[in-house]
């Protein structure tokens, strides 16, 4: 059986005890990564480190897995760590092969806790697999070779950066290195472009270019497309973020025809700030005492709104044995995982039911007020007649064209 086939038994048989356990100890390993650039032939020496976290007798062993498992030496492969020795150092060293194919090759260093027998004749107590330290060895390509990510970051409201770490992966140096970045609306618009800043890249380092856009747009999702120039060559790279967050937005609360004692009928405008639409929304209204416990607890129906859109959201009330008076009160507007609270006073009398922000007036209703819905249809039609007054004037402009 040949050292390969070992290696493989020995994991497999370890992790098949680890699930065989009940206890399972805990062990460490520091650093979990090691990147070299590769070279013909070359030796690379290192070391990393074992912890014992637990402060306890393990036995350990160090298995090397990948394309460099038979390239891989330690300065020791089975070791003992007592309870009072909290970490051993281990030596590792790594002969790159004489040939590698251009790009990323990767071994995987596991140390393996070999679990012990119990002393009340349980056949073994535990188990742990950890991979130890990534090996990275990266080839570089020939010619000119580069690769780029796209980070979006927004820290700063109203600020979002787009930096793009690019990497030369390749034998030559990179003169000239930007980035041109297009935004895209959700239906597909482009809404902005602009590029970053140039900079020169050496084979094998990395660095960033960077552009800081002011985003004065409406709130909702957008998509961003980078095309990274280096030299003659291109590389795109395409991501989507948000601008703001989904937000509903109580405008205004009405009751009409209201008498006290009966059930009094809450219109609500609501409008979605977002640039998408928002689905299964719906309204929540709590109405307090004077001992500030709840009185009442209202709800609306569902509702779905379309990309920045205003809906008259209703809930009813029955204000049986409801006296008259000032009555603090919250709307909670719910839609998804996101919530959005309004507090507000109720002043119910006799005949009305006025809602009253904190230092300003929400809305205030009696039976010749005119209603929310009224005012959502004037605007119609008057959106109608503007829309129609342009056709008529379109077509007798394409008429006398055509005389």
Known sequence: MNLNKLNILLVIGVIVLVFMNVQVSALGITPGRINLNYESGKEVSGGFTVVNTENKDIQVVIVAQGEFNQSVRFSEVSFKMSSSEKEKRIQYNLKMPSQLSPGPHMAEIVALEIPS???NGDTSVGATVAVVTQV???????DKYAEASLDIVSDTPGKITFVIPV???????????????DI?????EKVVSFNTNEVGIKSGERREIAYAWNANVTTGTYRAVATVLYDEETLRLERQFSVGKPVLDLQ??????????????FEMLVEN???????????????????KEIMADVKSPTYDFLPLSKKLMVAYWDTGGVKEGVYDSSVFLRYGAQSTQKD?????????ITAIGIGYVI???????SSITTILVVGVVVLILINLGWFLVLRKFLHRKKE
């Open 273 to 291: 700030q977002w640039s998408e639409e928002i689905k299964g929304a719906y309204a929540e209204m709590e109405i307090y005492n004077k001992q």
């Open 117 to 119: 027998k119990a002393g």
């Open 363 to 369: 809305s205030s209703k009696t039976k010749s007020g």
């Open 167 to 181: 990497v030369n992966r390749g034998k030559l140096d990179l003169v000239r290195v930007r980035a041109n970045v």
């Open 344 to 352: 507000f006073k109720l002043d119910v009398k006799q005949d009305s």
């Open 184 to 188: 895209y609306g959700t239906l597909n």
């Open 252 to 265: 205004q609360i009405e009751v009409n025809d209201f008498t006290l004692g009966q059930i009094a009928k």
């Open 136 to 142: 990275n060895v990266f080839v570089p390509y020939p």
